[in-house]
């Protein structure tokens, strides 16, 4: 793709967000177009957000299970940007009427980092040394595209699926916790949902953050001290109406609680 | 279970097909699911065969080491068809040691389940046994995996029949740590289960009934009814938090539990 179409198509999805319409899958439109096509897209919108005032605070990873890869026939994960604007506090209510168009919800740990990381060459041993701590965290993921018919270079392209999230309000240093066998149990309205473990995101929420890091690493890009990455959920999407309530408690780190409105 | 709790069928009949499938475990054959020749049979009746199944591996010697809850999580209630839960016994020739072997041929089309068990230190006695009593009366609890093995063609089947064929029991293993209920948030204690070094399942301990011990509260009431109860020094196997995962001759596997170490095994 060149730079022209690239730019219109993340203009098309910067605009999509804002009236809350959705596009065609451009797989569909633009059969060539590639996953790097799609990062460049993606960097459009975010710079498109950003220069409307939004401040880049984090990254999410996505595409982080088994069963989302072998459905988008893909081997690796995804990553997108979390903006200031996308994140809520636990007891909040999130307006998704207002903000999203067809949300879904997905129970994740968050990690907070006290040490910028430069990749390639980071192992778990590396990402663990720079974390801060891990929270609970609901991420409410949304496609700019038709009906969530995406392929990994839409999902990418609309960076990630990114949509708002919610971080519980209880932080754990990960010294005291083995992240991949940390249960995750996601109420609904009351009702228990679905249930998972830290090895539901590539075997281990850590092995997502590594990913992350030593793939922008090639890009010379670093994630910062401060920064939120969202490592990918542990269950499976569940999609979330208005009037729905809904908790992820996290097994030795704590719950986060979202009302959607 | 709204029917009345009585025998449709006669007692010569319960003995018969607790004999046949019985059989079918011992000798590792499938069989049609016995409500397709017996319609009428009612729950007392599938309890009934069950129990003498367990009296007859008991008259030739067996003891009986423990008791398992099936079909407790939700999803699976919900895929089989079924509103409520049910329950096993546990042979000592069931129990495999941890990192052992389980020969597949004898077998027939084995499944495997991340569970966790009790071992209680004071009895508990139904009806009206809630989560409460249940905590104060374990002495711990352990990481637990079944195998399980429905002798019903295609693993296909009712209530009344997988009752009937104790609750497809048939191996058992048992390991990691033991922890106390204070000292673990059962409710939320994840598990990882992995088949030949690739996770296949993840699950967190709400997956049963909410919240393990309401396994093992339902059981000592749903024993009740029968007059039985749990005694002090029971094991219980409370269901699967997992999704039961079929495995072939060769595979390995290994079962992670949140601070309670983990388990392995394999099938030859």
């Given amino acids: 793709m060149d730079q022209q179409l690239i730019q219109q198509c993340g203009d098309e999805l910067f605009d999509a967000m804002q009236k809350r319409i959705t596009l065609k899958p451009f797989s569909e439109r633009f059969p060539e177009i590639t996953v790097e096509d799609a990062y ?104 700019r595209i038709e009906n969530w018919q995406i392929k990994i270079q839409d999902t990418v392209a609309d960076n990630a699926s990114c949509g708002l999230f919610v971080l519980g309000d209880k932080a754990v240093n990960p010294r005291r916790l083995d992240l991949a066998t940390c249960g995750m149990v996601v109420e609904k309205n009351g009702a228990i949902i679905s249930t998972g473990a830290g090895a539901a995101a590539l075997g281990s929420p850590v092995n997502c953050v590594t990913w992350l890091a ?23 999407l569940e999609p979330v109406q208005a009037g729905d309530f809904m908790s992820v408690t996290i097994g030795g780190i704590g719950c986060a609680s979202v009302r959607f409105v | 279970m709204v029917e009345a709790y009585e025998n449709q069928l ?7 097909l607790a004999a046949h499938c019985e059989q079918a475990e011992l000798e590792a054959y499938e069989i049609t699911k016995i409500t397709d020749d017996f ?10 065969i069950q129990w003498e199944m367990r009296r007859r591996k ?5 003891k009986i080491v423990g008791m398992k809850m099936g079909l407790t999580s939700w999803a699976k209630m919900a895929q089989m068809g079924v509103e409520h839960p049910c329950y096993g016994f546990l042979a000592d020739y069931f129990s495999v040691p941890d990192g052992g072997e389980i020969r597949h041929d004898a077998l027939i089309h084995p499944k495997i389940e991340a569970e966790l068990a009790f071992v209680l230190k004071k009895e508990l006695k139904g009806p009206g046994v809630h989560i409460g009593d249940v905590l104060s009366a ?21 209530l009344k029949s997988v009752i009937a064929d104790n609750s497809s029991s048939s191996r058992f293993i048992t390991g990691g740590r033991m922890a106390e209920v204070a000292d673990v948030d059962l409710k939320h204690i994840g598990v990882v289960m992995e088949i030949n070094g690739e996770v296949v399942q993840t699950g967190a301990g709400a997956a049963v009934l909410g919240h393990p011990a309401a ?12 007059g039985e109860h749990l005694a002090a020094g029971s094991f ?33």
Wanted: glycine share 8%; proline share 4%; with cysteine.
């Fill in chain 1, 214 to 236: 030593n793939t922008l690493g090639q890009f010379g890009i670093p994630l910062k001290a401060g920064e939120v990455i969202l490592s990918g959920s542990l269950v499976p």
């Fill in chain 2, 39 to 48: 319609p009428q049979m009612s729950y007392k009746d599938a309890f009934d």
């Fill in chain 2, 58 to 62: 008991v008259s030739r010697g067996h």
């Fill in chain 2, 10 to 16: 006669t007692q010569t009949q319960i003995a018969e």
């Fill in chain 1, 40 to 143: 460049h897209i993606s960097l459009r919108m975010i710079e498109r957000r950003v220069a409307a005032g939004e401040k880049i605070i984090g990254k999410k990873i996505g595409v982080t299970s088994k069963a989302v890869q072998n459905m988008l026939k893909v081997h690796q994960p995804d990553f997108g940007f979390l903006t200031d604007k996308m994140a809520y506090s636990q007891g909040q209510q999130m307006p998704i009427s207002e903000q999203l168009i067809q949300p879904k919800a997905e129970g994740e740990i968050a990690f907070i980092l006290k040490k910028d990381l430069l990749g390639p060459g980071l192992t778990n041993a590396d990402i663990l040394a720079a974390t801060e701590a891990v929270l609970p965290c609901f991420e409410v993921v949304d496609s």
């Fill in chain 2, 215 to 226: 396994s093992v509260a339902m059981l000592a009431n749903m024993l009740a009814e029968r």
């Fill in chain 2, 138 to 158: 374990t002495d711990f609890v352990m990481p637990a995996v079944e195998v399980i093995d429905s002798r019903y063609k295609d693993f296909k089947f009712d």
């Fill in chain 2, 236 to 268: 219980i196997m409370i269901g699967a938090i997992t999704a039961a995962v079929q495995v072939n001759k060769g595979d390995t596997f290994s079962v992670r539990y949140q601070g309670l170490g983990s388990i392995s095994g394999k099938f030859v």
